[in-house]
Structures are given as C-alpha cells and as structure tokens.
C-alpha cells in the first residue's frame, strides 16, 4: 500500500485528538507543546489511554494534560538515569582497563586469539577504528603524534574513547571466563554471564536515554538478568513486566551500591515518583 498522508496543521491535529475522545481543556497548551514536541513522540504517551488501537479511539476522561505529565515524567527519568549509566560507564571502563591489561598486555583487544567469535572481533576493531578517528581527546591526537605502531593506542587510551556498546561486545566477546568473573564480582554481581547481560541492557537504555527516546512504559528488548542469586540485597519477587524499565531500574540501584554505597539514585527516584502520582 502506498502511503498518501500529507502534513497536517497543529490546528488539525487537536481536532484530530478531540475526534477521538481526547479531552484538551487548555487548547493553548496544547499548541505550545504540540510546537515543540512532535505529535508522535507524544502519541508513546497517550497510547495507553487508547480503548481501540486500530481506530486510536481515548477512554473516558482521557485528558490531554496528562499526556504532558507522563512526559514530563519520562524526560526527567531519563535525566535521572543517564546520570546512573554514566557512573556505571565510567566504573565498567576502568576495571576493564585495570584487570585485562594486567593479565593480557596492552593491547589485548587486538589479540584475536582472546576472542570467541572472529567476526564480533572485527565488528569491535571497525568500531574502535572509527571512534578513534572522530574523537576530539587531546591524549589520542597527542598518541599518535608521537607513535605510529601498532595501530591503535593501548586500552587504557583506546578504551576510554570506545562506545559502551563496544565495550559491552569487547567483554562478551572475551574467552577468559576467570578476569570477566572477577570484574563482575568487583560489582557484587555472581557470574559473568549475568554481567554481559547487564552490559547488553545498560548500552540499550543508555541509548535510549542519549537520542531522546521513551523509557516510560517502553519495551526493552534485552533486558537484564534478574533471577541470579546475588551477592548484596536484591529483589526477592519477579513477577512484574520484565521487558520494560522496571528489571533495568532494579539492576541500576544494585549496581550502584557496588560502586558507591552513598549513591543517592533510590530516594531521588522515589522523590521523582512521588513528584508525578499515578492518579495525576
């Protein structure tokens, strides 16, 4: 089928959503918002008060101000997040850095024969040699003013430049089962598989977080492993929706607790939460 919609006004959207049972007390509102935020990044926000998905029909009393607190609500979760991630980013980078090197050289990353899979490890070279190209660090130019050999800079340089997300591929991809448990009980987690998928989920929700994506009843298609026995104070009850932020949520607050037992991310999300009741 051929797509013919053509753009529409802010005027005809609002009569668009009033069609469909959505309640716009404040049609000023409404323009600001709709000026400023798309109306589809919004309709991530109003879906659930839909009654027929197809035809985008509202529940009763389906007020529009409501969708504006769901997202007010979203985007200062995900500020509150992306500050956690960039802890855990920081404290998953330097333990790779600190214990790897130790044990396989300064530039074990480069050492097919510590990976499990080739092609992964080609992935993750192609990946570093980009990041490396496009970063601005002033300790990266100065690297390869200076050295021309081997190709990439040691990981305690290299590293600090790679995207989460080649981090998260670099130590799944790692055959030494032994350093990556010993990095994951550095975090209090029990089994380095455990930690790979905490790893996978964090580098998801961190990029969510970075483009401006929803994290509010979101589905997140890797999550992290929650039915692991822990090694500190963990949920003792899973029976909740585990492809959305929950399982995430749960796993952050544990991580932190390894890193830094003062962290104060579970009451300002509590406060965060109180700020923006349900019923609001």
Not at 85 to 111: L, Y
Not at 236 to 264: C, G, M, V
Request: positive net charge; charged residues 25%.
């Amino acid at each position: 089928m051929r797509y013919t919609k053509q753009a529409i006004s802010l005027a005809e959207q609002i009569e668009i959503l009033r069609k469909r049972g959505l309640i716009i007390d404040d049609e000023t509102e409404c323009l600001k918002v709709l000026n400023n935020v798309s109306y589809f990044r919004m309709a991530g926000y109003w879906r659930p008060m839909e009654k027929d998905k197809t035809l985008h029909l509202f529940k009763p009393n389906s007020h529009f101000h409501n969708v504006v607190l769901l997202y007010q609500f979203d985007s200062e979760l995900k500020v509150l997040i992306f500050a956690a991630i960039q802890q855990i980013e920081i404290a998953v980078r330097t333990k790779m850095i600190q214990n790897i090197a130790i044990k396989h050289g300064s530039f074990w990353f480069m050492d097919s024969g510590l990976a499990k899979d080739y092609t992964t490890y080609s992935v993750c070279m192609s990946n570093i040699r980009k990041e490396l190209k496009r970063t601005y660090d002033e300790f990266i130019k100065e690297h390869f003013l200076r050295y021309d050999e081997p190709e990439y800079p040691p990981a305690w340089k290299t590293l600090e430049v790679a995207s989460i997300g080649t981090l998260s591929k670099l130590f799944q991809n790692l055959s030494d089962n032994k350093i990556k448990k010993r990095i994951a009980h550095e975090f209090n987690i029990p089994t380095a598989d455990c930690l790979e998928s905490w790893l996978q989920s964090l580098t998801i929700v961190r990029n969510a977080c970075a483009h401006h994506g929803r994290l509010w009843n979101a589905h997140i298609p890797i999550t992290p492993q929650i039915a692991c026995k822990m090694r500190g104070d963990w949920i003792s009850h899973h029976d909740f929706p585990q492809t959305r932020i929950y399982s995430f949520i749960f796993s952050i607050a544990y991580w932190l607790n390894a890193i830094d037992e003062n962290n104060k991310f579970a009451s300002e999300l509590k406060a965060l939460i109180t700020k923006y009741p349900s019923d609001g």
